[in-house]
């Protein structure tokens, strides 16, 4: 990542919880945990995906289907929830993150632990206003990054 190695580097393992509404609160209060961190010159890094759907993947690979249209919604939606300033607002619009219909085409009921490290970086951001640093196309499907 730097070759100088002057960046500690600390891995922290998302949460999970008895349900997706439970894992979204302890991976954003997670992330707000880290903030003070973050404050002192440390980068908080999410290594998940805006988009996880492996089966789909793998098709649209195999030309056998084609990316559903909700992905690139979900992506609009980031790039749009990020970008609020305030913490706490930030927060309550991804307390809802289910209640898009195209989050469902991005990461399958139940198997969203990749989305989980976007929450805990948009927890870390404070009161920043996030913002999409870039987007591609990988395999066939969207992935986005995002800096706070």
């Known amino acids: 990542m730097r ?9 922290v393992s998302v949460l999970t919880g008895k349900d997706e509404k439970e894992a979204t609160r302890k991976n954003l209060r ?3 945990a ?13 290594s998940g995906g805006s988009y996880h759907d492996f089966d ?3 098709a649209v690979l195999e ?3 084609e990316l559903p249209p909700g ?4 992506e609009d939606y980031l790039k749009s929830v990020a970008a609020i300033p305030d913490a706490k607002t ?12 195209s989050s469902y085409v991005s990461h399958l009921q139940a198997e969203a632990e990749h989305f989980w490290p976007f929450l805990v970086a948009a927890g870390g951001g ?23």
């Open 63 to 65: 030309g056998s289907s």
């Open 34 to 46: 880290l903030e003070y961190f973050r404050d002192y010159g440390y980068a908080i890094m999410g």
């Open 126 to 148: 404070g009161d920043v206003a996030g913002r999409r640093i870039l987007k591609f196309v990988s395999h066939g499907v969207p992935v986005s990054f995002f800096e706070w």
């Open 71 to 74: 992905a690139e919604e979900f």
């Open 30 to 32: 997670l992330g707000r």
């Open 90 to 101: 930030r927060e309550k619009a991804l307390q809802s993150w289910r209640d898009i219909p």
């Open 56 to 58: 789909t993947t793998m």
């Open 3 to 11: 070759p100088e190695a002057d960046i500690t580097v600390v891995q």
